[in-house]
């Protein structure tokens, strides 16, 4: 079955500190897809990043950095000089396929980042 | 273009109490997921529709819970005899089936059961 592990479960950072939120994911799938989410305190799930597992690249996207290693079956998430509105639960999350036809998602713990004034 | 919408927000109800939410997910998308998330965790697949069609119930779904999706549009998810144990977010994602399956989440419905 598939599983995402997120370790972290709390991390706190002064504003302008770099953070890296870890990922470790366990399929038998070839091909699956990742993905980050994140969760304000406002509740709402917000798409950050989906990633193809054939495609090991890393992503920069403004502040935010992804670094994908099927090698260690990790897909780490580096936000550069932490602002306070970056203070939320992040979640790692990886796909499934099931028998219906769906890629329903299975989702880490999250971790909760806050960062400080 | 709006988002993925749900109703109500939250809800108090005492137990034994039916309830049901609803979901209007982003138009055009023709897949509707439905996951639940406590406290401290990630969220957990419930259900899954392709247009009006319920294709996927996970384990998580008990008889007391029911979902349908008349006409492919808005989705319903519909739990009877609330138990305490049924407290928690529930999360209504959409999405358009194509290469790029990627799940747009609303902001939820926060069920209390007292």
């Known amino acids: 079955a598939q599983k995402v592990t997120q370790a972290q479960t709390e991390i706190s950072v002064v504003e302008k500190e770099d953070v890296t939120l870890d990922c470790v994911y366990e399929t038998r799938d070839t091909t699956y897809y990742l993905f980050w989410y994140k969760q304000p305190p406002s509740g709402e799930l917000v798409f950050l990043i989906r990633?193809?597992?054939?495609?090991?690249q890393n992503e920069i996207s403004g502040r935010y950095s992804w670094n994908f290693q099927k090698s260690t079956s990790s897909f780490n998430f580096t936000i550069t000089a932490s602002q306070v509105v970056d203070s939320a639960v992040y979640f790692c999350a990886l796909s499934e396929r099931t028998q219906g036809g769906s890629e329903k998602l299975v989702f880490g713990k999250g971790t909760k980042l806050t960062v400080n004034p | 273009d709006t988002g993925v919408s749900q109703n109500p927000r939250h809800k108090i109800t005492k137990r034994g109490q039916n309830v049901t939410f609803r979901c209007d997910p982003i138009?055009?998308?023709?897949?509707l997921y439905w996951y639940r998330q406590t406290l401290g965790q990630g969220p957990e697949f419930l259900t899954y529709?392709?247009?009006?069609?319920?294709?996927?119930k996970s384990r998580l779904l008990s008889d007391r819970f029911s979902a349908e999706r008349p006409k492919g549009s808005f989705s319903t998810l519909e739990i009877q005899r609330t138990e305490q144990g049924d407290s928690a977010m529930y999360l209504c994602a959409s999405s358009l089936a194509m290469s790029t399956d990627t799940q747009y989440f609303g902001p939820g419905t926060r069920l209390t059961v007292l």
């Open positions: 990633r193809n597992s054939f495609d090991e």
């Open positions: 138009s055009e998308h023709n897949r």
């Open positions: 529709f392709q247009n009006e069609a319920q294709l996927e």
